[in-house]
T-cell receptor, first 115, second 115 residues
Framework: AQSVTQLDSQVPVFEEAPVELRCNYS??????LFWYVQYPNQGLQLLLK??????LVKGINGFEAEFNKSQTSFHLRKPSVHISDTAEYFC?????????????FGSGTKLNVKP | ETGVTQTPRHLVMGMTNKKSLKCEQH?????MYWYKQSAKKPLELMFV???????ENNSVPSRFSPECPNSSHLFLHLHTLQPEDSALYLC??????????????FGPGTRLLVL
């Protein structure tokens, strides 16, 4: 089974500053990788995903993530954050080759963008 | 209506009540999932249905009973719950459990409070 680690439970940042949210997973087998965002009192919304191909993935709202197989990481980045990016962000990993796509989620990182 | 919908959005129930949560997906997907999201804990996968057949049950207490009458609808029947069952219950769906499109799409959740 996979384990997903989001080392930072909270990340405070000022508006227009860059941000990186870290995600590491345990297994080196082929995986699919996802980032979701959750705004207060809402469900999870897909930000971006890596299934194959280019290791740099661009998502919605100006976010991007880079898949690093050797470091088993999938860090999320944004060059300039907005107040509206304040939310909780979840990294998820799914093993390839299973007959259904079980997701392993990290414990989440709360991004707090300050004016 | 598009995407994944959940009703009710909020539910307060006593420990002796019986209630049901409903999830409906309008995406033509073949797999549906129930997750529990508690404060300060990673998302917990509860049940998975693939092509209307239950394929995973993660040691969930019997006071939670899922039902999947067709590929578009998923229910979670609740009976004699405990206060520690208070949480956000999220429903998700995905296209093809055996294929390469693994993305799970989430509903807005039902916030459950057990008194």
């Amino acid at each position: 089974a996979q384990s997903v680690t989001q080392l930072d439970s909270q990340v405070p940042v000022f508006e227009e500053a860059p941000v990186e949210l870290r995600c590491n997973y345990s297994s080196s087998v082929s995986v699919y990788l996802f980032w979701y965002v959750q705004y207060p009192n809402q469900g999870l919304q897909l930000l971006l995903k890596y299934l194959s191909g280019s290791t740099l993935v661009k998502g919605i709202n100006g976010f991007e993530a880079e898949f690093n197989k050797s470091q088993t990481s999938f860090h999320l980045r944004k060059p300039s954050v907005h107040i509206s990016d304040t939310a909780e962000y979840f990294c998820a990993v799914s093993d390839r080759g299973r007959n259904f796509n079980k997701f392993y989620f990290g414990s989440g990182t709360k991004l707090n963008v300050k004016p | 209506e598009t995407g994944v919908t959940q009703t009710p959005r909020h539910l307060v129930m006593g420990m002796t009540n019986k209630k049901s949560l409903k999830c409906e997906q309008h995406l033509g997907h073949n797999a549906m999932y129930w997750y529990k999201q508690s404060a300060k804990k990673p998302l917990e996968l509860m049940f998975v249905y693939s092509l209307e057949e239950r394929v995973e049950n993660n040691s969930v207490p019997s006071r939670f009973s899922p039902e999947c009458p067709n590929s578009s609808h998923l229910f979670l029947h609740l009976h004699t719950l405990q206060p520690e069952d208070s949480a956000l219950y999220l429903c998700a769906s995905s296209q093809d459990p055996s294929g390469t499109e693994k993305t799970q799409y989430f509903g807005p959740g039902t916030r459950l409070l057990v008194l």
